[in-house]
């Protein structure tokens, strides 16, 4: 398959031939066309009897209104009185006014519908079986940035309008240099199957390829009620060389209505920070998170060194939760845990603290911050492994005061192995 970009002509030799055409029309008598009394004012039909394409000296264009007819083949006729020149846009004769002009949206043509710069947006093509009979049709559809091609997709319907699978096109990649500039370099496609139950969808299936390499880059499968909504799907990425499986994507409605998407990398870097889980939910049009998992991962000493989990609030952006762990690069056993709360404003109402000794794998301290209904700031302070000789608090009570913890309660005690 190759696909070339639509190059830019002269600009000026566009506008010069454009300009002699219009004169020339305006010029035009009906007896010069149609044999119609010179005194009438009455528009050609159409500018010429030249077969669909390019220009040419055996297909030559307006030879109705112009001496010399255009054979220069920058010109392609589209369809009765619509051409394409060496202008970026379409030029459509309109015959009922005898103007010429350029059109502000699509064009449709023999049932193809093409943008005002000529390019194809849109055709159906009928398909037949061996004896000709009709069994469906194709509709073929495209996405253009500027006049580069950089998307279509194919859909094969049955004769009853069903959609039985389709061919998605994308990430069109064109060389930029060299004797192959301009044409396709690399793609990705997508084979969506689909299945029915009582004429409605119930399952999609599509496998994504890489044309490069040929290996299968993604697997989805889309699950649909008995209305064909969409109530569950699933997405995986692979490695276009490995086949190793990169990431998946959960995509669900739940019995509120509400529309959430969950996301795993399954492919960990090896050195610094991943995110192995992400969690969404669809609001006013957006995907908005509502939790996230991270942590680090240090290949000098092959561990991890810390996980944190966060949850959010409404906006996505205020965390309400976050939990976060560290871990001793020597034995990797935890040596903190940490749970923050915060409210809708971003203000921090209790935090818990566990420190931990590695080497013994147990809990050392504990430390309790809170708010009470008054708006003080509390903390209360535990030693949970108490020495065996001298003295030892194990609790103690603390009140933020001018910026400053001032002890409220202690306990202490004296222990003589």
């Given at each position: 398959m190759r696909i070339r970009r639509k190059s830019r002509k002269l600009f000026y030799f566009s506008i010069s031939l454009l300009f002699i055409l219009l004169i020339k029309i305006g010029m035009l008598i009906p007896s010069e066309a149609d044999g119609a009394d010179s005194g009438g004012g009455t528009p050609p039909p159409r500018l010429d009897d030249a077969a669909i394409g390019q220009a040419s000296v055996s297909n030559s264009f307006f030879d109705y209104v112009l001496d010399t007819p255009i054979v220069d083949s920058t010109w392609y006729k589209m369809g009765e009185n619509v051409y394409k020149g060496p202008t970026e846009k379409l030029v459509i004769y309109n015959a009922q006014t005898g103007k010429f002009g350029h059109p502000d949206g699509p064009v449709i043509v023999d049932g193809t519908i093409y943008d005002e710069y000529g390019n194809i947006i849109e055709k159906i093509v009928p398909l037949y079986d061996s004896s000709g009979n009709p069994i469906g049709y194709e509709k073929w559809t495209y996405v253009y940035d500027g006049t580069t091609l950089v998307e279509?997709?194919?859909?094969v319907y049955n004769m009853a309008g069903t959609l039985n699978r389709s061919y998605r096109y994308f990430d069109l990649e064109y060389y930029t240099s060299g004797p192959n500039a301009g044409e396709l370099k690399n793609?990705?496609?997508?084979?969506?199957?689909?299945?029915?139950?009582?004429?409605?969808?119930?399952?999609?299936?599509?496998n994504t390829?890489?044309?490069?390499t040929g290996n299968r880059?993604?697997?989805?499968?889309?699950?649909f009620d008995a209305e064909g909504n969409e109530i569950r799907s699933y997405t995986y990425v692979y490695d276009s060389v490995t086949g190793r499986q990169m990431s998946r994507t959960d995509v669900w409605t739940d019995s509120y209505g509400n529309k959430w998407k969950r996301k795993y990398d399954t492919s960990p870097t090896k050195d610094g920070l991943n995110v192995p889980r992400e969690d969404f939910r669809f609001v006013d049009g957006q995907w908005v998170p509502t939790y996230r998992e991270t942590y680090n991962y240090d290949e000098s000493i092959h561990r991890v060194t810390n996980r944190t989990y966060v949850h959010y609030h409404a906006d996505g952006v205020t965390e309400s939760q976050r939990t976060e762990y560290t871990y001793d690069p020597a034995t990797g056993r935890k040596t903190s845990y940490t749970v923050s709360y915060k409210d809708a404003d971003g203000i921090e109402t209790r935090r818990d603290e566990y420190t931990y000794d590695p080497v013994r794998d147990i809990q050392t301290s504990r430390t309790n911050i809170w708010f009470d209904s008054y708006g003080n700031k509390w903390k209360r302070a535990y030693n949970t492994v108490p020495s065996?000789?001298?003295e030892n608090i194990p609790r103690q009570d603390f009140i933020l005061?001018?910026?400053q913890w001032v002890s409220t309660y202690k306990e202490a005690y004296t222990y003589n192995e």
């Open positions: 279509y997709t194919r859909s793609f990705k496609t997508t084979t969506t199957d689909f299945y029915y139950r009582d004429g409605v969808v119930y399952l999609s299936v599509g390829y890489d044309s490069e880059i993604g697997y989805s499968t889309v699950y065996v000789n001298g005061r001018d910026g």
